[in-house]
Each structure stands twice: as C-alpha cells, then as structure tokens.
T-cell receptor, first 113, second 109 residues
C-alpha cells in the first residue's frame, strides 16, 4: 500500500483566503484523524472519523475550520478564512481501530501570511 | 488531560542509555509511543496495554504502570538513528489518543 497520502505538501496563502487540505487514508482503515502540529502546542487532535462519520470534533479550534469525509478513501480539512495563527503542519493519520497503531501521512506545511 | 513527558530534552553519546517518562492524570487503557524525525511524520514504535505489560522493539522497550498512570520508554545502547522527538499518546476511555508535547533526543558520535 502507498500509505496515507496528503496534498498539497506545502501551502502558502494570504490571510483571508480559503485553504483546503486533502487526505487519502490507507485502504481498509476505518478511522481517520486530523492533527495540527506547532512548536507551542505540540501535536493536537482536531477531529476524527469512524466509517466516514465525525466522532469527535472538540479539537477544532473555531468555526473557520471544517472537515468532511465523503467516502472511505477521501477527507478534507478546510479553513475559511485563514489567519496567520493557522500556520502549522497538518497531519492526517489512519488506523484500523480507534486505539490501534496510527499511520501518519507526510503532512501539509501551511503558511498564512 | 494532555500527558506530561519528562525530560523535555536529552543529549546522549552513542552507546548511552536514556529513559523517557510519560504520566497522566487520567486512568488509562493504553499508552502509545511514537518517534518523529525532523521534517517527517511521527512513526509508531509500540503500544502498551493495561496489565503492566512490557513490550520491546529492538533496543527500545517500555513499561506501563496503570496504577500510577505512568509509562516509561527505555532506550539502551543508543544509536545515531535514535535521534528525534519521542511522543507518548495516552488513551483515556472513550476518546482518541492525546499526545504529550514530546521529548527531543539527540545522539552524537
């Protein structure tokens, strides 16, 4: 398997613009997780899905953030409008179980100017 | 609710040993350990389950004391390839993993 795929790998955008991050999980994995990593806060869970259904979105910082999983092989994380404090590395991870080993994608480095 | 890792950073010479600790204020079902190299994604090392089970991975092993809600990662005879940031992830019942802030390990020759 190719592993978890994320796109784009790097994104530079101006404040106020919409940003969409994409993730393709490993086939057969029922759980998908979105994380944000910064030096200050470390690795924060934003939201996770089970069988395409959002289970816990308590980590989503504001209404500007939204995530969808329209099918088992695709998920998006959208930020609208983006702000400089959203600059971070965003990871997507998938797993066959909520508490089993998680396989992380390469991440998307987002810079909002 | 975020687990606390200690120390924040460790500097070693090749061949030396290190211990990284992870503690939680919540009762735990499991503890996970991941390693992240600079500019890369976290990579899974091991899972420890309730029962104090100790698991090993080459020269890296770990223990889990569920009564104390603590886990320790043991790195013996460290190698240059061990350098990176180590994260513990804890699993309070009913939630997904919550990761600590990480411990940075630097191994030099």
């Amino acid at each position: 398997d190719a592993g978890v795929i994320q796109s784009p790998r790097h994104e530079v955008t101006e404040m106020g613009q919409e940003v969409t991050l994409r993730c393709k999980p490993i086939s057969g994995h029922d759980y998908l997780f979105w994380y944000r990593q910064t030096m200050m806060r470390g690795l924060e869970l934003l939201i996770y899905f089970n069988n395409n259904v959002p289970i816990d979105d308590s980590g989503m910082p504001e209404d500007r953030f939204s995530a969808k999983m329209p099918n088992a092989s695709f998920s998006t994380l959208k930020i609208q409008p983006s702000e400089p404090r959203d600059s971070a590395v965003y990871f997507c991870a998938s797993s066959p179980s909520r508490t089993y080993e998680q396989y992380f994608g390469p991440g998307t480095r987002l810079t909002v100017t | 609710q975020q687990p606390v890792q200690s120390p924040q950073a460790v500097i070693l010479r090749e061949g030396e040993d290190a211990v990284i600790n992870c503690s939680s204020s919540k009762a735990l079902y499991s503890v996970h350990w991941y390693r992240q190299k600079h500019g890369e994604a976290p990579v899974f090392l091991m899972i420890l389950l309730k029962g104090g089970e100790q698991k090993g991975h080459e020269k890296i092993s770990a223990s889990f004391n569920e009564k104390k809600q603590q886990s320790s990662l043991y790195l013996t005879a460290s190698q240059l390839s061990y350098s990176g940031t180590y994260f513990c992830g804890t699993d309070p019942a009913g939630t997904a993993l919550i990761f600590g802030k990480g411990t940075t390990l630097s191994v030099s020759s």
